[in-house]
C-alpha cells in the first residue's frame, strides 16, 4: 500500500483565457490545440473514471483506500466542472470543444460496452498514468513551465496537474486491491495508449484545420518541429509511460513527494485554499 498523502478536492476559481488571443499556449499554434483537446477529453474522460472506481467501491475493505478513492473521485469531479467553463470558453475561441466532448462520451460507452467493468478500471489506472506523467512533466520541467508562464491557463493547469500527481496511485491500487491481475493490467495499457493517442492526434489535427493560422506554411512547420522537440515527446517521457508495463510496476515507484512538497507551498495556504494568484 502506498504512502499517499490524504486527499481533498480544494475550492478553486480561475481567471480563462480573455479570448483575445487564439493561441492562448504561448502563441503556439499546435500547442494551443492540443491542450484544448486535452482539455475538452477530460469532463467526459473523468467522468468515466469516476464511474470505473466506484463500480469497485464496496469491495474495497482498507479504511485508507477507502478515503482516497472519496478523494479521489471529489477530485475529479472538480476537475470535469473546471475543465467545462475552460471548454466553454475555449468553443467560443473557435476550438472545437464541444463536438469533441460529445464523440468522447459516445466513444466512451462503446467501449464500456464492450469491456468488462474490470478492464475499465484497469483502463483508468493507465489513463491516470498518462495524466501524472503530463502532470510531473507540468510541475517540474523547465520548458513546460516556462510555456505555462506564456499562456493563459497556467493556474489551471498547475492545479490540475498538482491533484493528478497526488491521487495517482489510487485508480491503481484499487485495481489490485479487487484482485486485478498483471496480465489485465498491461493489456488496458496497451488498448488505452492506442486509442488515446489515435484520438489526440487525430482530433488535434481536425482541430487544426479548421484555423487559418494552420494553413501559413512557415508557421506550421515551424510550431509542428516545436512540438516534435517538446519535453511531451521527449524519449526520457517514452521511458516513463512504457515504465507501465514493466512487471510489477506501481506509480509509487516514482516519487512525487518533493514535487507535491514544493507545489503546494506555491498554489495552496496551509489549509490547503488556493492563494490569490497574481496572474
Ligand atoms: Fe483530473
Ligand atoms: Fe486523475
Redesign the pocket.
Known amino acids: 500500500m502506498s504512502n499517499r498523502p490524504a486527499l481533498r478536492a480544494r475550492r478553486v476559481q480561475f481567471t480563462l483565457p480573455t479570448g483575445t488571443r487564439k493561441h492562448y499556449a504561448g502563441d503556439d499554434l499546435v500547442m494551443s490545440h492540443f491542450l484544448a483537446i486535452l482539455s475538452a477529453a477530460?469532463p467526459e474522460?473523468?467522468d468515466f473514471?469516476i464511474r470505473s472506481v466506484r463500480n469497485y467501491r464496496d469491495q474495497i475493505t482498507d479504511p485508507e483506500l477507502q478515503q482516497a478513492v472519496k478523494g479521489f473521485i471529489a477530485?475529479?469531479a472538480t476537475?470535469?466542472q473546471q475543465?467545462r467553463l475552460l471548454n466553454d470558453r475555449l468553443q467560443e475561441m473557435g476550438y472545437p470543444t464541444a463536438r469533441f466532448d460529445r464523440h468522447v462520451a459516445w466513444l466512451l460507452a462503446k467501449l464500456e460496452k464492450v469491456f468488462s467493468t474490470e478492464m475499465a478500471l484497469a483502463g483508468t489506472a493507465a489513463l491516470e498514468h498518462y495524466?501524472a506523467t503530463l502532470a510531473e512533466l507540468l510541475l517540474t520541467d523547465d520548458e513546460m513551465l516556462d510555456l505555462l508562464d506564456r499562456s493563459d491557463v497556467r493556474q489551471l493547469l498547475l492545479w490540475?496537474a498538482f491533484?493528478?500527481c497526488e491521487?495517482k496511485a489510487v485508480a491503481f491500487d484499487v485495481f489490485q486491491a479487487v484482485g486485478g491481475t498483471e496480465r489485465t493490467r498491461v493489456r488496458a495499457m496497451r488498448i488505452a495508449t492506442a486509442i488515446f493517442l489515435a484520438e489526440v492526434v487525430f482530433q488535434t489535427l481536425r482541430s487544426m484545420a479548421r484555423d487559418r493560422a494552420s494553413y501559413n506554411p512557415r508557421r506550421l512547420l515551424r510550431s509542428l518541429n516545436d512540438f516534435r522537440k517538446s519535453p511531451l515527446l521527449r524519449a526520457e517521457t517514452r521511458r516513463r509511460i512504457a515504465d507501465y508495463i514493466r512487471p510489477g510496476f506501481h506509480p509509487d515507484d516514482w516519487d512525487s513527494t518533493e514535487v507535491l512538497d514544493r507545489w503546494s507551498k506555491e498554489l495552496f495556504d496551509a489549509d490547503g485554499n488556493q492563494l490569490v494568484q497574481a496572474r
Open positions: 477530460f474522460g473523468e473514471f477530485q475529479e476537475h470535469r475543465h495524466t490540475h491533484e493528478e491521487h
